[in-house]
């Protein structure tokens, strides 16, 4: 028997049947990422603050090194992860196509265990969605699957009076009560809605509102909701939002990006919520 209070508030503790059922998790997904063409990598857990999304927030746990540096524990693999390959990726010695098994850290001493795929070669999101389906058959798991644009509430803010902080922090009143129609765009979640919808949207915003409903059409899943005005925890998205969530818990979060000019897709698998939802 483990006590909770042998081990900090926030970090992970897999023994016996349960590290077991960890283990499996890992090797079957690894497994169908090698079947179609990933290579693993492993970063450090350490890196130099500046290298770490969000430098300012309290949630990176800091420490200095030998020369006074400020050092962070990794709270982001994916910008790590193309920091590291990109010159190699432009040389073209290595592919294109990553994915890790390795935790992240937050302050203070939460530790999140996960799964991250990075693909350098398209940023589409459609077949990075196929293929977590592929995944979540093979695990006899039917989640909510929602997706979401994110370029469309930053178009919000500079075609509404509403600040990009109300998305990120979910203020449903102060974004409902701006204008008719963001509150009409709140109430959207089925693909007629959006095509309903779309008549009425101001030209700025209707050819991301045409791409989300692009990607819908394309979808053939009964458990699809639309969410325009979600915004992700993660800045660099910037492009078509795709998340899996069971029970409120968020099990697979993706999306394209770019950082550094370079044009990607990924997505991280919350291995934590997906062993309890198993459970």
């Given at each position: ?27 079957l ?26 430098t300012?927030?309290r ?44 935790p ?41 699957l ?130 309890s939802?198993?459970?």
């Open positions: 028997m483990i006590l909770s209070h042998e081990i900090p508030k926030g970090s992970k503790l897999y023994f016996g049947k349960e590290a077991k059922r960890k283990r499996e998790l890992e090797n997904i690894s497994n169908l990422l090698y079947q179609d063409g990933y290579e693993e990598i492993s970063t450090p857990s350490f890196a130099y603050l500046e290298h770490q999304r969000d300012t927030s949630e990176v746990v800091r420490i200095v090194n030998q020369y006074n540096q400020q050092i962070a524990l990794r709270n982001d693999s994916t910008i790590d992860t193309l920091r590291l390959l990109s010159p190699h990726i432009k040389e073209e010695k290595v592919g294109k196509k990553w994915f890790y098994i390795q992240v850290f937050t302050y203070p001493t939460t530790e999140i265990n996960q799964i991250g795929v990075e693909n350098f070669e398209s940023d589409c999101v459609l077949p990075h969605i196929q293929l977590c389906l592929e995944f979540l058959k093979k695990l006899s798991l039917s989640p909510l929602q997706i979401s644009n994110a370029k469309i509430p930053k178009l919000c803010t500079q075609e509404f009076d509403v600040e990009l902080e109300d998305f990120e922090k979910i203020n449903l009143a102060k974004i409902q009560d701006t204008h008719p129609f963001l509150k009409a765009l709140m109430g959207v979640q089925t693909l007629k809605d959006l095509e309903v919808l779309l008549k009425e949207a101001p030209n700025a915003l209707k050819e991301e509102l045409k791409e989300l409903l692009e990607l819908a059409k394309s979808l053939e899943y009964e458990r699809l909701i639309l969410a325009p005005l979600f915004y992700a925890p993660m800045p660099y998205y910037d492009g078509m939002l795709f998340r899996f969530f069971m029970y409120n818990k968020t099990i697979i979060l993706g999306g394209s990006y770019k950082i550094n000019d370079e044009k990607a897709c990924g997505f991280g698998i919350y291995t934590d919520h997906l062993l939802i198993k459970e």
